[in-house]
């Protein structure tokens, strides 16, 4: 089975592999196939983690803070040299390069062969996203901003 990865950079750095795609590409972490397919802005979001499953924990932006949820759609696919373990949280980046977590984690990754993550990041409001990776992997999401 033949895996197209689009635009995809590959640069070799002390022994690591660093990939990073532009918006809609995508990218290989570990034996998972990540693509970034949208950026959404919202003041409630649900918090499930990925894959989806029976958590239904929400999360809210009081109206006298000055913040907003970036919500940013994954989908994932998990290959046949997916070996198990723990999967790192995505961080989120914006144009200054500032860093923002994420309540959300992956579990379970390997219960479905393919599925489809929402990740809900608390950002300043108009902040402009970037990117999100999980450690050396990356994806462009400057162009899914609507």
């Known amino acids: 089975m ?5 635009r995809l950079g590959l640069v070799i750095a002390l022994g690591f592999v ?12 570990n034996g998972l ?14 918090l499930q983690d990925c894959p989806p499953g029976e958590n239904i924990v ?3 932006i009081r109206p006298v803070e000055d913040n907003e949820f970036a919500t940013i759609q994954i989908d994932v696919k998990v290959l046949p040299t997916f070996e198990g373990g723990d999967v790192p949280k995505p961080l989120l980046y914006d ?5 923002y977590k994420t309540a959300q984690s992956f579990r379970d990754v390997d219960s479905k062969e393919t599925y489809t993550c929402n ?19 990356s994806l462009d999401i400057s162009s899914l901003e609507k």
Not at 33 to 46: D, H, P, Y
Request: overall charge positive.
């Open 2 to 6: 033949k895996i197209r990865i689009p």
């Open 18 to 29: 660093v990939v990073q795609a532009g918006a809609d590409d995508t990218v290989s972490y």
């Open 33 to 46: 196939e990540l693509t970034a397919k949208s950026v959404s802005r919202s003041k409630r979001v649900s």
């Open 58 to 60: 929400r999360g809210v």
């Open 95 to 99: 144009d200054a390069g500032n860093e």
């Open 119 to 137: 990740f809900s990041f608390r950002v300043p409001k108009g902040t402009k996203v970037s990117r999100i990776a999980i450690e050396d992997a």
